[in-house]
């Protein structure tokens, strides 16, 4: 069975940092490229970054970009999320995301984790 | 970039069709994904590529795409179907993923 589990997000203020951690299982982890996804409260779904099955590749949303950075372990089957400048607006329900190829870019994702909750808040 | 345009909500009695549409320019030429949303749940992927489903989801689930618009389609709507649907693109001009902006079905 696919699990995704995420963890690490927490209570910010604006202008700090943050590392999510997702745990993958059930997979060969480095066989597929991850996704991180956000939802704000009562919003639809951001993409976040995209990272290729060996972390050579990484895209990133332009809302994000220069202040977050993706990683990933496959000897560990973790995928990581380095968040920094952190603002309000990123504000979110971050999800883990399994993509169904290796590159990350075409192909449809599908596992999701139950997300983990980001507040950015003086 | 790219945008997918969607309707914000949709409503259609049980056991009748619901249609979703995701407009988009010249979506045709793209690959389009759906996603599920049910209240405090993950997306769940119900269609790929248009008209593949992944298994476990039930075949009432369909997708065409052609011109400037993708569209889902739930044949003999069920209340567990109410839920927030998403579609999905890579927009390989900029490099990134492209949602639309959802749409509520409710099943009156």
């Known amino acids: 069975e696919v699990q995704l589990v995420e963890s690490g997000g927490a209570v910010v203020q604006p202008g700090g940092s943050l590392r999510l951690s997702c745990a993958a299982s059930?997979?060969?982890?480095?066989?597929?490229?991850m996704h991180w996804v956000r939802q704000a409260p009562g919003k639809g779904l951001e993409w976040v970054s995209l990272?290729?099955?060996?972390?050579?590749?990484?895209f990133y949303a332009d809302s994000v970009k220069g202040r977050f950075t993706i990683s990933r372990d496959n000897n560990k089957n973790s995928l990581y999320l380095q968040m920094d400048s952190l603002r309000v607006e990123d504000t979110a329900l971050y999800y883990c995301?399994?993509?169904?190829?290796?590159?990350?870019?075409?192909?449809?994702?599908?596992?999701w984790g139950q997300g983990d909750q980001v507040t950015v808040s003086s | 970039s790219y945008v997918l345009t969607q309707p914000p909500s949709v409503s259609v009695a049980p056991g009748k069709t619901a249609t979703i549409t995701c407009g988009g320019n010249n979506s045709g030429s793209k690959s389009v994904h759906w996603y599920q949303q049910k209240p405090g749940q993950a997306p769940v992927l119900v269609v790929y590529y248009e008209i593949d489903r992944p298994s476990g989801i039930p075949d009432r689930f369909s997708g065409s795409n052609s011109g400037n618009t993708a569209t889902l389609t739930i044949s003999r709507v069920e209340d567990g179907d109410e839920a927030d649907y998403y579609c999905?693109?890579?927009?390989?001009?900029?490099?990134?993923?492209?949602f639309g902006g959802g749409t509520k079905l409710t099943v009156l």
């Open positions: 990272i290729n099955w060996d972390g050579v590749t990484t």
């Open positions: 059930g997979f060969t982890f480095d066989d597929y490229a």
């Open positions: 995301v399994k993509d169904m190829g290796t590159s990350g870019y075409g192909r449809a994702w599908d596992y």
């Open positions: 999905q693109v890579w927009d390989s001009r900029y490099d990134l993923w492209v």
